[in-house]
């Protein structure tokens, strides 16, 4: 996101950085295509206004959003979620204390027609988190294994995350 409306400035890197360590991240991977939409729109980064955005540059395209299912359970809260459901679907990856038989709780406040579109996806149970990584940098210990070899040595090179806990 390049301006997340749900996270505290304080301690997270600038969008720019986050999008230079997402790059070396997926850079393995030629499946994976990086945008800035989000980093040079003004304003709040909104997953509704980025998928509508999708969405009319090409609307022949399944446009799909992946996040921890931890987040997913709050999407009645997100800022027009309806729209979410209009422009994309959404793949609930799980998370470690999140069970993914939670996710059908959600028709009773957004409709079975809307959580038809959330796709659950189960991953090796790692409690890995920006804020762990943030918080162990800020520790002073290691983060190897935590992200890719090419971003850790991205965030030392860079000094991010160097605040006190």
Request: aromatic content about 10%; charged content about 20%.
């Amino acid at each position: 996101a390049g301006h997340p409306p749900h996270k505290v400035e304080t301690g997270v890197a600038s969008p720019e950085h986050r999008y230079l360590m997402t790059f070396l991240a997926i850079a393995p991977n030629f499946h994976f295509e990086l945008s800035r939409v989000e980093i040079e729109r003004q304003g709040p980064s909104y997953t509704s206004d980025t998928l509508r955005y999708f969405h009319m540059m090409d609307d022949s395209i399944d446009w799909y959003f992946i996040s921890g299912a931890d987040a997913i359970l709050e999407i009645a809260s997100w800022h027009y979620p309806e729209d979410i459901f209009r422009y994309g679907q959404l793949i609930a990856a799980s998370r470690p204390g999140y069970s993914l038989s939670r996710l059908q709780a959600l028709s009773d406040h957004l409709g079975e027609d809307k959580v038809q579109r959330i796709h659950q996806l189960e991953v090796p149970a790692l409690a890995i988190s920006s804020s762990l990584v943030r918080e162990r940098i800020q520790s002073g210990l290691s983060i190897k294994y935590l992200v890719p070899e090419a971003v850790e040595h991205y965030i030392a090179k860079n000094g991010l995350y160097q605040g006190h806990p």
